[in-house]
């Protein structure tokens, strides 16, 4: 796990791997398939990005995590996002980086989804992984201050580094990722 920091109040932890559990069951899903820029396989890989980014008086809190599953007997990438209907309470999440505005909840709200997918689909890299599921399905938000775009930037950046052809990518190379 990296945990980094800048003066603009960015908070980033980022995992490789072995994640934290923030899984949830999914209410419905929702996917994209393309197609795959290669057809070697790549390692089974998972990343997790929590970011709490102080704005003002209000912190942005976003934790996201993906799966990735290689699968040669298909020849498609297929992205996947698990969602929850808004307002479902899912279990209590306290944060590891422990300053995020009110209660934290598991789960990802269904309205993000779009916006997440739209997102993850556009990082250039993505389909260098090869064929497989992305599973994004591992998420965390706060009551205060986590809306779709914290989500959408937060996924931005677990495609890029999950897509990274050295896995896992050094400090710098999320340094750079992340915007730090």
């Given amino acids: 796990m990296l945990e980094l920091r800048n003066e603009r109040g960015r908070h980033v932890r980022v995992w490789f791997d072995d994640l934290p559990d923030a899984s949830f069951p999914a209410s419905n899903t929702v996917e994209r398939i393309l197609t795959p820029a290669v057809h070697e396989l790549v390692t089974p890989r998972s990343v997790m990005v929590e970011i709490a980014h102080h704005i003002g008086g209000v912190i ?13 007997t298909v020849l498609s990438l297929v992205v996947r996002i698990s969602v929850v209907p808004w307002g479902q309470n899912g279990k209590p999440f306290k944060t590891p980086l422990g300053y995020c505005q009110g209660a934290t909840i598991v789960g990802l709200p269904v309205d993000w989804a779009p916006m997440i997918l739209e997102t993850t689909c556009s990082v250039h890299s993505l389909t260098d992984l090869g064929p497989g599921l992305l599973w994004f399905n591992q998420a965390v938000y706060g009551q205060v201050g986590s809306h779709g775009g914290a989500f959408s930037e937060t996924a931005k950046i677990v495609a890029d580094l999950i897509s990274q052809p050295d896995f896992p990518p050094s400090e710098e190379t999320v340094r750079v990722v992340a915007g730090l």
């Fill in 60 to 72: 942005r809190y976003s934790l996201l995590g993906a799966t990735f599953t290689p699968d040669i």
